[in-house]
């Protein structure tokens, strides 16, 4: 859960005007650690904004990924995954990500004609 930048700028100024951590705990709602670890935020960035992480970049394309499949529908996952040099998995996940099914349904085995007609 993210704080706002003003709780914390008040959570700081709370301790810095020498209450103990278990106040701290009960004005807030924090542990002293959250409090330390906002300090060593402030020290090294300057700023008590959250650092953002950015995500891992993707192999994959979706755009061209879904022309791919539009072009050959019936291309097994190795073949859609071999031009963007990953695994079937990342294709899979990257379908999935498309709303685009790839598993064709099973035709039904057709039934024995002798067992529905001599009962």
Avoid: Q
């Avoid at 979706?62 to 097994?76: F, I, T």
């Avoid at 990500?97 to 529905?116: E, F, Q, S, V």
Wanted: charge should be positive.
């Amino acid at each position: 859960m993210a704080y706002s930048i003003d709780f914390r700028k008040r959570a700081i100024a709370f301790m810095d005007n020498g209450h103990t951590t278990a106040e701290l705990k009960e004005a807030f709602g924090i542990f002293a650690s959250t409090l330390n670890a906002w300090r060593r935020l402030m020290d090294d960035t300057g700023t008590l904004e959250p650092k953002v992480i950015p995500g891992r970049p993707s192999k994959i394309d979706l755009e061209n990924l879904k022309r791919d499949v539009n072009e050959r529908p019936d291309a097994y996952l190795r073949e859609l995954a071999a031009p963007y040099n990953c695994s079937t998995t990342a294709v899979f996940n990257a379908l999935k990500k498309l709303k685009t099914t790839y598993k064709k349904k099973p035709l039904r085995a057709p039934r024995n004609p002798r067992k529905i007609g001599n009962i």
